[in-house]
């Protein structure tokens, strides 16, 4: 009788210690604990994490793991081991502990009448899981954000707009009240505040920074974006007193980009030393360089809007010029080519006339047929004027540096202004195109000369080399201010310099004009040459 007793009690000392062996197999915490929080088991998991080398056994879990003399409870966390006792259903928590996240799970175990007089515990350390949780809610929190800002300035062709728009956006991502925008304006070289908020108007106006002044100026030189824990004691930052009479502390500046090419600085501060971390940073820098674009397609669409009103309002004086030019042709043809024609008409008439008669003697005849081929040499030189005016023969037969010689000895010689022509690099005929560009340019460089400058000497020259031509027309007259032509007014002051540069534009090239009260006017055409099969044959100088 006594065999089988103790075979069963070897055998259920065999099950402990596979039970155990299995236990400590597991790199999770596995822990018995009784309806009085004591530990009854716990594996070689739980034992290695104890501060002592003592068991945990027999002890007290709160006071073995929490160093407590009671069962945990609010504010740290509420232990469910007795709703786990009083319900007999398992409980889930998740706990921090020491920096980390434990997972707790307990489940009843029940005695052979079905009793529930202890629970099983098992601990998992779930920090790494929590960690990738939050990195994946930060990363949909970034693209959540970058996809409400690419809603809110998507459509907009306005560029205040789209910059108060974004940077409401901004501030409303961060929780904050203060920030702006600044734009480089290439006319004063300087980084300006557009558009701003919680910022007062002295701090934007006063705040107009060059390339690598200051942060803001540095994020546009470098194109890095820069994170300050405490903006107001930053040894680089300009006008330190301003800074804090504002009350800036964090701080954020991130270049404004499109193509690599810097266009502006958004600046994101706070009160609060600290406030931005470099995750902020990150994300708001990707939603600058996505608002970079958008500026610079506004800018675009600006230039473009206004490139079409420039280009009605050229059309509309090119079409002017057309119409009173044929009225000067029709003119002068009436005035004087008609008259000669008609003198020359009556004047055969009567030299038949008189022939027929038979009156008229040797001398008379002579004289008539005098009278009469100079009226018809006047009448030729008038049409032969007219039509160099309308297209430069010396252009199709000589080529380009003689047609503008003569063009400007033609032009100036007559009204007392001395004038020089250089070439360089043009041994060889130009395109087709690209000769009758510089030619018409030229022209009206001339043209302006003599209706405006009141100069005393002017100077043309052309060089070449084998990818462009540059063109430059001087001259030492009272000059003019740039700034004041900005388009066409009605009477058509301007047109000139406007077709100029969109003949210019027109073959590809680049114009500049640049003129001062007093000290004369200076006009620059850059113009690429891209010769053709047929302009790439060796033409002469005199070739026709």
Avoid at 407 to 422: P, R, Y
Wanted: with cysteine.
């Amino acid at each position: 009788m006594k065999k089988p007793a103790i075979r069963r009690t070897a055998e259920a000392a065999d099950l402990v210690q596979s039970l155990q062996t299995i236990a400590d197999g597991l790199e999770d915490k596995l822990i018995v604990l009784d309806s009085e929080y004591r530990v009854r088991f716990a594996n070689s998991a739980v034992c290695q994490s104890c501060e002592n080398t003592e068991s945990p056994v027999d002890k007290r879990c709160y006071e073995v793991f929490q160093g407590r003399d009671k069962p945990c409870g609010p504010p740290l966390w509420e232990c469910p081991l007795g709703k786990v006792v009083r319900n007999a259903s398992p409980a889930t928590l998740v706990h921090p502990y020491r920096n980390r996240y434990v997972k707790i799970t307990m489940w009843p175990l029940k005695d052979s009448h079905g009793n529930t007089d202890a629970v099983v515990e098992l601990r998992r350390d779930v920090t790494a899981e929590r960690e990738r949780e939050r990195e994946i809610l930060r990363r949909h929190h970034h693209l959540d954000s970058l996809s409400h800002v690419s809603s809110a300035v998507s459509g907009l062709g306005n560029l205040p707009a789209i910059l108060n728009v974004a940077l409401d956006t901004v501030l409303q991502i961060f929780s904050g009240s203060v920030g702006g925008i600044l734009l480089f304006d290439e006319k004063v070289q300087k980084l300006c505040y557009k558009v701003h908020r919680g910022l007062s108007a002295k701090y934007a106006g006063e705040m107009c920074l060059t390339m690598g002044e200051g942060i803001a100026g540095k994020v546009a030189q470098t194109g890095e974006p820069i994170l300050l824990e405490d903006i107001s004691r930053n040894p680089d930052v300009t006008l330190p007193a301003l800074i804090n009479a504002e009350g800036l502390k964090g701080f954020i500046s991130v270049p404004l980009k499109a193509k690599e090419k810097v266009v502006g600085v958004m600046n994101i501060a706070s009160h609060l030393a600290g406030k931005f971390a470099l995750d902020d940073m990150y994300l708001l820098n990707s939603i600058a360089c996505q608002l970079g674009t958008a500026i610079e397609q506004a800018k675009l669409n600006t230039q473009l809007s206004q490139g079409r009103k420039r280009y009605q309002m050229l059309l509309r004086q090119a079409l002017n010029i057309q119409e009173q030019e044929r009225k000067r042709i029709a003119r002068e043809l009436h005035d004087e080519t008609s008259q000669q024609l008609t003198a020359l008409t009556l004047n055969l008439q009567a030299v038949n006339e008189m022939i027929e008669m038979g009156n008229l003697e040797d001398a008379e005849i002579k004289e008539m047929l005098k009278k009469t081929q100079s009226i018809a040499v006047h009448a030729g030189n008038e049409v032969n004027k007219l039509i160099r005016e309308l297209r430069p023969t010396l252009l199709d037969t000589l080529g380009l540096p003689a047609a503008i010689h003569h063009l400007a000895d033609a032009n100036f010689s007559s009204q007392g202004i001395n004038v020089s022509t250089e070439f360089q690099g043009m041994e060889r005929r130009l395109p087709a195109e690209s000769e009758l560009a510089l030619f018409r340019i030229s022209q009206e460089a001339m043209s302006n000369i003599l209706r405006h400058s009141g100069a005393r000497n002017a100077a043309v020259k052309i060089e070449c080399d084998a990818d462009k031509c540059v063109l430059r027309v001087e001259d030492d007259g009272k000059g003019f201010d740039v700034s004041e032509i900005t388009s066409i007014d009605r009477r058509g002051r301007g047109a000139g310099l406007f077709g100029m540069k969109e003949r210019v534009k027109l073959v590809g090239g680049i114009c500049s004009i640049n003129s001062h009260l007093g000290k004369g006017t200076k006009i620059t055409a850059k113009i690429p040459l891209i010769r053709s099969a047929v302009d790439a044959e060796d033409k002469g100088i005199s070739s026709g």
